[in-house]
């Protein structure tokens, strides 16, 4: 009671109308897929995307095909070179300022005069680095013997005398004078009459005194 009485016709118009609904659906369930590969239904955000991605594809092609171009370049290979010697650097020299240079030789230092029983004088022009002469011992010298002082005449003279020390075999002024004298030293003796020849004339007057210049060997 209130249903219609389907007839062949009306189940055919059904069956129609239930394929359409069906075909709608499947249509519907696709445009989702559709609109993903229709770049005109993406969003914004998606377009930048996929702009990006062909930007970045595109570099990596362009670089990929200029490796492939460009040949590499050989490195040189390094050729031996001679290396310097090193030379020492020359020390500045000092500058000499014009007052320190004199024409004018320096003036010798001043003997020093040492003075003996007796009165004998003596000072050494230059003193020797052997050893001290033993007292009483034998030495041997070279002298010249002058009247008065160094410019005096000359009396006497001897390139090897030998004689011992402190035995009295030579006069006083020279057993003095010569004590503790080192080898190779050469003393100046000033000797006064009483200490020499006393009243003796050496070809200067009498009672003057004698010269001696005498270098120990």
């Known amino acids: ?48 995307k996929r702009r990006k991605e062909k930007k970045l594809r595109q570099k990596l092609k362009k ?10 370049t050989p490195t040189p290979t390094p050729t031996a070179t001679a290396t310097p010697t090193a030379t020492k650097p020359t020390p500045p020299q000092e500058k000499i300022s014009p007052s320190k240079i004199s024409s004018k030789p320096k003036p010798p230092k001043p003997l020093t005069l040492h003075t003996l029983p007796m009165g004998v004088k003596y000072y050494d022009l230059s ?22 002082d160094e ?19 030579v006069i006083k002024g020279w057993d003095i004078g010569l004590q503790n004298i080192t080898r190779g030293t050469t003393r100046v003796l000033i000797i006064p009459p009483k200490a020499g020849y006393g009243s003796k004339d050496l070809g200067s007057g009498r009672h003057k005194d004698m010269w001696f210049q005498i270098n120990v060997k």
């Open 151 to 169: 410019k005096g005449p000359v009396f006497d003279r001897s390139a090897n005398f030998s004689f011992k020390l402190g035995k009295g075999e």
């Open 1 to 48: 009671m209130g249903r219609r009485n389907r007839t062949s016709n009306d189940s055919d118009e059904d069956d129609i109308e239930a394929g359409y609904l069906m075909r709608r659906v499947k249509i519907r369930k696709i445009e989702p897929q559709q609109a993903a590969d229709n770049p005109k239904k993406l969003s914004d955000e998606e377009r930048a």
């Open 127 to 148: 003193r020797g680095t052997g050893p001290v002469v033993p007292h009483r011992s034998r030495i041997t010298v070279s002298y010249i013997g002058r009247a008065v």
């Open 63 to 72: 670089k990929a095909a200029k490796a492939t171009t460009e040949t590499p």
